[in-house]
């Protein structure tokens, strides 16, 4: 295990740990990529692939990726890397990712197939399933 990282390096390391695990959250919520290499995460990240390397060993280390057995440098999330990346990437992109103007949002009635026909509680000139 390595020393607690301090100061700026500190900063640097919540930095790339947000990058990365948002990053392969979100390939493989794509079907992008279940497992990556440092390389073409960083070519994603358009980061020199030594630094993403080097956190992605650290991230190995504090439990947030595993080492993909048999398979030289590949790397694939935990359980609580998901879920950490899951987190950070809802928190960076929420405002992207709720309903636009005149669209409902998740959980409507509405969008209940039993409900079909049934006019928007929400006042919208939709009616869903027409």
């Given amino acids: 295990m390595t020393a607690p990282i301090r ?3 500190a900063l640097e390391a919540l930095y790339w740990r947000s990058e990365i695990l948002q990053a392969m959250y979100w390939m ?3 079907r992008l990529a279940a497992d990556v290499d440092p390389l073409e995460l960083a070519r994603f990240l358009a980061a020199d692939p030594a630094t993403v390397h080097r956190h992605l060993r650290q991230l190995a280390e504090e439990g947030f990726v595993d080492v ?3 398979r030289l440098a ?3 999330l935990t359980s609580t890397g998901a879920a950490d990346g899951a987190r950070s990437f809802r928190d960076e992109f929420e405002g992207l990712t709720r309903a636009g103007h005149g669209e409902c949002g998740p959980g409507c009635w509405c969008q209940d197939p039993k409900r079909s026909a049934d006019p928007c509680p ?3 000139d939709h009616v869903h399933g027409v």
């Fill in 74 to 76: 590949r790397y694939e």
């Fill in 7 to 9: 100061g700026t390096g």
């Fill in 68 to 70: 993909v057995p048999g």
């Fill in 122 to 124: 929400g006042g919208r």
């Fill in 28 to 30: 493989r919520g794509e």
